[in-house]
């Protein structure tokens, strides 16, 4: 399953962490990914449901991994629909300011906003 593959990258975890999460053996996840076995449908669903995507889109039935907005929390929706107000430009600029600061400490974030507001 090349689309569980390439999410577990994604999330940057090892096969070996990603099947202690769901109890399964290494050998048996590899073979899940590497399409020598298949899984139950139990186990796809719950794959599905950690990397909020659809089943279909794991097993390679759909081309894209669509964002389930009824995943996302309130804040989280709220910047959707504001996102959605801004022209193309203004996307790339508030993804620029997203890659500095997703990492940065929120204490640190809210103080430079205030900061700027004086």
């Given at each position: ?42 186990n796809l669903i ?5 990397f909020n995507c ?22 989280q929706k709220d ?40």
């Amino acid at each position: 399953m090349e689309n569980l593959k390439k999410l577990r990258k994604e999330s940057k975890l090892t096969q070996l962490e990603f099947s202690k999460k769901f109890n399964l053996s290494l050998r048996g996840y590899q073979d899940i990914e590497n399409d020598i076995n298949q899984t139950s449908y139990e186990n796809l669903i719950k794959f599905a449901d950690f990397f909020n995507c659809s089943v279909d889109y794991l097993l390679g039935h759909q081309t894209q991994n669509v964002l389930y907005l009824d995943s996302l929390t309130d804040e989280q929706k709220d910047a959707v629909e504001l996102i959605k107000q801004l022209d193309d430009r203004q996307v790339l600029k508030v993804i620029g300011y997203i890659e500095r600061i997703k990492d940065t400490p929120f204490e640190e974030v809210v103080s430079k906003l205030l900061k700027k507001e004086e």
